[in-house]
């Protein structure tokens, strides 16, 4: 009796075990085991599906794209010496920046969204450095859009007193304020303490969310320069309309154009005529006058005796 009892309670034992192997606990080394349905069982990493990979290999070429042809850019502006001027250093600057994106900031961004549940593994220091250099490196490049757009407005409205020296101070005074201003709004959180970008609990890296800094950063990097952008290019718009316009009405028609042409050679020949031929038109005025007055003299008397 006791060794029947023995025998089913070892029994019961063995399908209990079986039972957890198939349910797929762990193991005491840590290795997690598959189920018999072929599912990924908790503690392991899916491996990466076939849309994971292509759009990974979509954004190492749209990186590499990137890189090549904003460094490209800036290869031509170095190495052409007509595009050392106004306004090719405006755009050198806007692909500085790109480059600088593509280089420092695109690259640990993919590695950002490839590690599970999008941690940050790379360390405080290196968060900040990314967070920094996202931050100025995108704002300095929509801000260097804002600077060419007014370049071409005051190019535009105002070509007789915006000259290439004037232009070329303004481009210089526009690509420091665009770097100076963009350093300010990535620095802000490390400076003045505003914020912090980094989450060692959670492991996040993302730009601090202090809502002073997300209006102030929001409004200096992207609202305030978009404003600029707009309001430029409908100046812009506007100044162009009206010049193609008023050309327009004062054009004359083909017909017109032969009179118009004619009518101003007759009046130039004259007016160039009459100062070569003023010392004679002089000596025949005098003549008249003294012809004039000596018929008077003439018939004076016989008028005087018919009285």
């Keep these: 009796m006791e060794a029947s009892n023995l025998s089913a309670s070892t029994t019961g034992v063995a399908l209990l075990l079986g039972l957890e192997i198939c349910s797929g606990s762990p193991s005491p080394g840590g290795v997690v085991g598959s189920t ?26 749209l990186i590499a794209a990137t ?25 050198a600057s806007t692909a500085i920046s790109d480059v600088l994106v593509a280089a420092l900031v695109m690259p640990l961004s993919l590695v950002s969204e490839l590690s599970a549940g999008r941690r940050w593994q790379l360390g405080r220091s ?44 303004a ?14 709004i990535a620095l802000a959180p490390l400076l003045f303490g505003w914020g912090e970008a980094y989450d060692a609990g959670l492991q996040r890296c993302q730009v601090s969310q ?38 327009r009405a004062v054009l004359p028609l083909p017909a017109t154009m032969q009179v118009r042409d004619q009518l101003w050679c007759w009046i130039i020949g004259r007016v160039e005529g009459g100062k070569r031929n003023k ?19 003439i018939l004076i008397p016989p008028l005087c005796a018919l009285a």
């Design 210 to 247: 202090e809502p002073s800094y997300a209006v102030f950063s929001t409004c200096g990097a992207f609202y305030l320069p978009l404003g600029v952008v707009l309001f430029v290019y409908w100046k812009i718009y506007k100044a162009a309309k009206f010049r193609f316009g008023r050309r």
């Design 126 to 169: 290196l968060c900040h450095v990314w967070i920094s250099f996202d931050v100025l490196c995108c704002t300095a490049s929509i801000w260097n859009v804002a600077a060419i757009a007014l370049d071409r407005y005051w190019t535009i409205t105002r070509h007789l007193q915006y000259t290439l020296r004037t232009r070329r101070r």
């Design 279 to 297: 010392e004679d038109v002089d000596k025949h005025g005098h003549q008249i006058v003294s012809c004039f007055l000596g018929f008077l003299l």
């Design 171 to 184: 481009a210089t005074l526009m690509i420091a304020l665009t770097w100076a201003l963009s350093a300010l």
């Design 67 to 91: 890189f090549l042809w904003n460094l490209l850019v800036l290869v031509t502006i170095l190495r052409v010496r007509a595009f050392h001027r106004v306004p090719h250093n405006l755009v």
């Design 36 to 61: 018999p349905g072929g599912a990924v069982l908790p503690g392991r990493e899916p491996p990466f599906s076939v849309f994971t990979v292509l759009v990974v290999s979509l954004l190492v070429l």
